[in-house]
T-cell receptor, first 113, second 114 residues
């Protein structure tokens, strides 16, 4: 049981490049979310999904796309990277129903130059 | 916007109890209080949650006032490894869609000192 796995752990992109941050969970959790964290700040919600085939926008969705074709995977796509997207990205998941907490991945540290 | 207010930072001596306060004066009847922590550069870690009764687990205790407008997270014997940012978050228990999301504030930076 690996929990929430994020790849890659580190990435450097040039402005204008695109890439996909991967997130996978093996706990059969329905809810999955992507957050970004800038230095000295709390986490901000980018996109979330309440189940396979269903996604919605969070607080800061611009410049990012998501899809949820399976329960296990929730990739985050940067369409055209900008320096303002330099951040640490965290993926999280939880079961639907009940009041249990989220499980977070260990993060992807992205630098856009 | 975060619905909670926490002190920016606190210090605690190693081995002593760390008491982290949180104000949530606008909490609704169906909202739980959750605590997460984030150790340097790692993903947030769930600690505990409660509705109105005090709760305890292997990590911490959560004390919620009778009017539910504030709570205190207690780490009974703080160690250096408890140095982290602690987030207090309120969220509906019967959540669906966007209500299930966590809204993070800036939290309390707890420094445990030898």
């Amino acid at each position: 049981n690996a929990g929430v796995t994020q790849t890659p752990k580190f990435q450097v992109l040039k402005t204008g490049q695109s890439m996909t941050l991967q997130c996978a969970q093996d706990m059969n959790h329905e809810y999955m979310s992507w957050y970004r964290q800038d230095p000295g700040m709390g986490l901000r919600l980018i996109h979330y999904s309440v189940g396979a085939g269903i996604t919605d926008q969070g607080e800061v969705p611009n410049g990012y796309n998501v899809s949820r074709s399976t329960t296990e995977d929730f990739p985050l796509r940067l369409l055209s990277a900008a320096p303002s997207q330099t951040s640490v990205y965290f993926c999280a998941s939880r079961r639907s129903g009940g009041a249990l907490g989220y499980t977070f991945g260990s993060g992807t540290r992205l630098t856009v130059v | 916007d975060a619905k909670t207010t926490q002190p920016t930072s606190m210090d605690c001596a190693e081995g002593r109890a760390a008491n982290l306060p949180c104000n949530h004066s606008t909490i609704s009847g169906n909202e739980y209080v959750y605590w997460y922590r984030q150790i340097h550069s790692q993903g947030p870690q769930y600690i505990i949650h409660g509705l109105k009764n005090n709760e305890t687990n292997e990590m911490a205790s959560l004390i919620i006032t009778e009017d539910r407008k504030s709570s205190t997270l207690i780490l009974p014997h703080a160690t250096l490894r408890d140095t982290a940012v602690y987030y207090c978050i309120v969220r509906p228990s019967n959540y669906g869609g966007s209500q299930g999301n966590l809204i993070f504030g800036k939290g309390t930076k707890l420094s445990v000192k030898p």
